[in-house]
């Protein structure tokens, strides 16, 4: 049977058990205290929201620019000049270490550059006797080995006068 | 009537951030310092802490999805710092966060910042006694009436669970306050 709404008493709702007493006690207590400490007591100095505010603006307003990140900071100019001076000792290294050795020198590459450079009239300066001494020639015993190679090695043509 | 859509669009747009950053300290300098102030005591922490919520602020902007209302957001950035100072005065002190909040409260008495009476320094002796949010719940009704639905966003918390913790934190205090 549906119960028509003249015969309805009740809404239905209900509380959890003890809530009004406990709202009470809660609004009592509250009460209480507001009465005895409403405020916290702290207090803050003179115009100090003003100054507070154009602290914030001036921290945040600093115009953030594009991020130029400049090359030539500190960290890469240490780094640059590292490696430069690192290729310099590399170069500077390897050129003492080049100890001239004559013989490495090959006899070949002598006489291109002797044939190649100089004039035989430029060996003229190397002869400080002016003057030929017959006994130049007679003192100086040629081994048989080296006459020998001398014969060997003669082309007849240098003997043809230009 | 703040315009929070208008205002949230203004700060995302480089051209009106800036004008639009300066009003939202305006309006919230002064909420947001006293909530601080509740957590950490101090007129010198605030301050420090007050600053960093704004440049938080501005510098996070962009990442504010509008999930919630912007002061609920700038509360959670505010309670966080505040929290964060505490923990770090306690590692500086070498003592535990209950220690550190408990030497913030003797050290009220010579503050130049504070001129409550005695009830009023018995009283903060009393909050110093809740658990960690639950002071800051008791704070943000009792000194600073903010609405449960508010404080939910905020905090994140369900309403019920917040007036819960209200309630017992009220009977606790008026216990404190009426032994000796």
Known sequence: ?162 | MLNETLLINQLKSNQTKEQAFKELVSLYKERLYWHIRHIVKSHEDTDDVLQNTFIKVFRNIDNFKGDSKIYSWMYRIATNEAISIINKNAKRLQTTNEEAQDLAINILQSDVYFEGDEIQLKLQKAIATLPQKQQIVFNMRYFQDIKYKDMAEILETSEGALKASYHIAVKKIEDYLTQD
Request: glycine share 2%; charged share 25%; proline share 2%.
């Open chain 1, 1 to 162: 049977m549906k119960k028509k709404l003249k015969n309805i008493q009740e809404s239905g709702f209900k509380v959890p058990k003890t809530y009004f007493e406990n709202f009470e006690a809660s609004i009592l207590s509250q009460a209480n205290l507001k009465e005895k400490a409403s405020e916290a007591g702290f207090t803050v100095p003179e115009g100090y929201f003003d100054e507070v505010e154009k602290s914030i603006l001036s921290k945040t307003n600093k115009k953030e620019p594009t991020k130029v990140i400049s090359l030539l900071n500190k960290r890469n100019i240490i780094y640059i000049s590292s490696i430069a001076a690192a290729i310099l000792l590399l170069f500077n290294l390897s050129l003492f270490n080049n100890t001239f050795n004559f013989d490495s020198l090959e006899t070949e590459a002598v006489d291109d550059f002797v044939l190649n450079n100089f004039e035989l009239n430029d060996f003229n300066i190397l002869f400080s006797n002016t003057e030929l001494s017959e006994s130049a020639f007679i003192d100086y015993n040629l081994s048989d080995e080296t006459l020998d190679y001398y014969l060997e090695t003669i082309d007849e043509t240098d003997f043809i006068l230009d």
